[in-house]
């Protein structure tokens, strides 16, 4: 929940910088839709309405897309080509310009990376970090990113584990 509010922060500060953004976010078809509404709703989504596997929602002022993925979750790591696809669909449709793309986020990182969109990769914590570290073809899209890490501590591991220099965008502090 960290990681989402701290994701939410960053887009809620590009936008008051007067850049468009947006939340696009994906699953494979293994949950309930009216459960997933209900759990939008209950997380303080706002004009939430569904569109067959899309559902929409605005988030304090930052638009969102769920979309549901035609495939099954136990095919996904031998078979990822439907959901890239729809990803990149999605990319598409919604015009997108830069893509910022946060920890296991391995669909919307090949999928933007084969458009050849621009973005940059955020890394909130270790465990982000030794996935990738297991598969060097993501770190080999990585090297095509700006990449950012939530503090000096996760920053030095991508450089350990990855062999990449992070930028450090720390996560937003509210006093209030």
Known sequence: MGGARSALARLQFLAAQGHEVSILSFLPED??????????????????????????????????????????????????????????????EEGVEFVLTSDEAYWALLASCQLRLPGAHFFQALPGVERFARNPGYVWLLRRRVTVANSRFVAAAIRARLGLDAAVWYPRVDLQ
């Open 31 to 92: 949950r309930d839709p009216e459960l997933y509404v209900e759990e939008l709703a209950t997380c303080g989504g706002e004009g939430i309405r569904g569109e067959g596997s899309v559902c929409r929602a605005v988030f304090r002022g930052v638009s969102y897309r769920h979309e549901v993925l035609p495939v099954d979750p136990g095919g996904l790591l031998t078979r990822p080509r439907p959901a890239v696809g729809a990803v990149q669909r999605c990319l598409r």
